[in-house]
């Protein structure tokens, strides 16, 4: 069952410039959550938004929501070579049922 | 901060095997997943659990079976291991339902 969906599924940039995900879902929401996996690794928790949010920051995070559109958009400033991950979104399919993953960005940042 | 374990980082096991893939979390959650990543497929949820003794079924359940004895512990059993079930586990725990979940290191099983 797909719910989130990023978008491009991969983004190569250049160290100091900013990198911009974006993820689409299908159906209400309560909150919805970023995520970054580094190579072979597990999950790491990045931000949760909730559903009566429009915009997030964390450190150089910053998330947004626009739940008429159904999108979010995880951008990353200055980004560094450490930034080099996988980032995936997820929410509950409905009501607080288990978060649903998207397949993820890979994101390079060249040093 | 929390921690989720698993037993295992790299396992490799011969077809018709049963595979015991454990996962502990030290923070008292009350939910517990298993889920498996392949290229291409990205995160698909094999099971859930939202207490002692209590499972449910996520989208992939076939040829897997859990076990959840103590609050803190969630077992994934591999009744007998197929090479299809080659792939990368990760377990996660979560506090609430919809909350946050953690992730354990994953375990990279391979099925000969």
């Known amino acids: 069952s797909q719910q989130g969906e990023e978008d491009p599924q991969a983004l190569s940039i250049q160290e100091g410039e900013n990198a911009t995900m974006n993820c689409s879902y299908k159906t209400s929401i309560n909150n919805l959550q970023w995520y970054r996996q580094n190579s072979g690794r597990g999950l790491v928790h990045l931000i949760l938004?909730?559903?009566?949010?429009r915009e997030k920051h964390s450190g150089r995070l910053r998330v947004t929501l626009d739940t008429s559109k159904k999108s979010s958009s995880l951008l990353i400033t200055a980004s560094r070579a450490a930034d080099t991950a996988s980032y995936f979104c997820?929410?509950?399919?409905?009501?607080?049922?288990?978060?649903?993953f998207g397949k993820g960005t890979r994101l390079s940042v060249i040093a | 901060d929390v921690k989720v374990t698993q037993s295992s980082r790299y396992l490799v096991k011969r077809t018709g095997e049963k595979v015991f893939l454990e996962c502990v979390q030290d923070m008292d959650h009350e939910n517990m997943f298993w889920y498996r990543q392949d290229p291409g497929l990205g995160l698909r949820l094999i099971y859930f659990?939202?207490?002692?003794?209590?499972?449910e079924k996520g989208d992939i359940p076939e040829g897997y079976s859990v076990s959840r004895e103590k609050k803190e512990r969630f077992s994934l059993i591999l009744e007998s291991a197929s090479t299809n079930q080659t792939s990368m586990y990760l377990c996660a725990s979560s506090l609430s339902d919809g909350d946050t979940q953690y992730f354990g290191p994953g375990t990279r099983l391979l099925v000969l």
């Open positions: 938004i909730r559903s009566n949010e």
């Open positions: 997820a929410t509950p399919l409905s009501g607080n049922t288990p978060l649903v």
């Open positions: 659990s939202y207490d002692v003794k209590m499972k």
